[in-house]
């Protein structure tokens, strides 16, 4: 098992991201993910799929222990009792004691970030989650949250892949001592259109989509990609069987771009999802 260690945890580098696969689907693709041999599956409140992941994790007959479990709370839920609330919601949808990491979604503005990353250690302490973290966080704000957080902030989950420049970001949290998660690490897809992904892929008789996520998990980036396609989960997960050399790396580290961004939010507090 490849594993990113941080603080104290150890989070598997590839993980099945479940991002708006919902009901049988989405149970099947984790049930067989984790018989495949994932050990490390993200959902969120916001995902409405938090029933299926926990059933199809008692169905795999994967002990629970094996398998890192991330869920995320919705910025409407920062206020600290709602966040303690949405805590206990996921996890009784999970049917689980406790998750393994627990991450604010998105910034929320309009909630002291202090008492949210207060509310966050609570509900550790409580044994809600193993450990916990940040997603979407920007340098200004990953410096306040490690400021502020009263316990040791675990990673920031980010949106990750070769068109996408992050090094402000990635530096901030290396700097912070932050493991990064890579969100849409194969840029949704795009990843398969890019000839020079392709190009290298083919030199290493793999995928672009592989090259794409082989090129973070070298930088010991956590990976989380998403298929609804049992036979796009082996090729996912099958990357720690090539090694990208040097020129590769830097070539493909050049493909960034400044609009490459995929995933594009704020919270505004309207409820788009609520
Ligand atoms: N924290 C956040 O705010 C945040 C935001 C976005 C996403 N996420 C998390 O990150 C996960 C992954 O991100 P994502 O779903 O946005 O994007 P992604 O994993 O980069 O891409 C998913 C898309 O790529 C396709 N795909 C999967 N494997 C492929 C392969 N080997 N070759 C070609 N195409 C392939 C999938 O289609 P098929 O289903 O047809 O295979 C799907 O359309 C999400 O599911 C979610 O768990 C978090």
Redesign the pocket.
Known sequence: MHVMSVKGARIPLVGL???DLRGRVCARVVERALRLGYRHV?TAEMYDNEREVGEAVRASGVARNDIFITT?VWPSHFAPHELERAANASLARLQLSEVDLLLL??PNPQVPLADTLGALCKVRQMGLARHIGV??FTVALIEEAVRLAPEPLVCN?I?M?PFLDQSKVSAACRAHGLGIIA???????GA?NDVVLDRIGKAHRK?A?QVSLRWLVQQDIAV??????IE?LA??GAIFDFELSAAEMAEIGRLGRRNGRL?DYAYSGSPKWD
Do not use: F
């Not at 969100?183 to 897809?189: L, Q, V």
């Not at 989380?224 to 396609?229: A, C, G, H, K």
């Open positions: 991201g479940t991002w993200d995320k979604h998105w997603s979407n989950q949106e892949h969100y849409s690490p194969i840029a949704k897809g398969k995928s989509a989380i990609p998403r298929t609804s396609r796009r090729e996912n995933v």
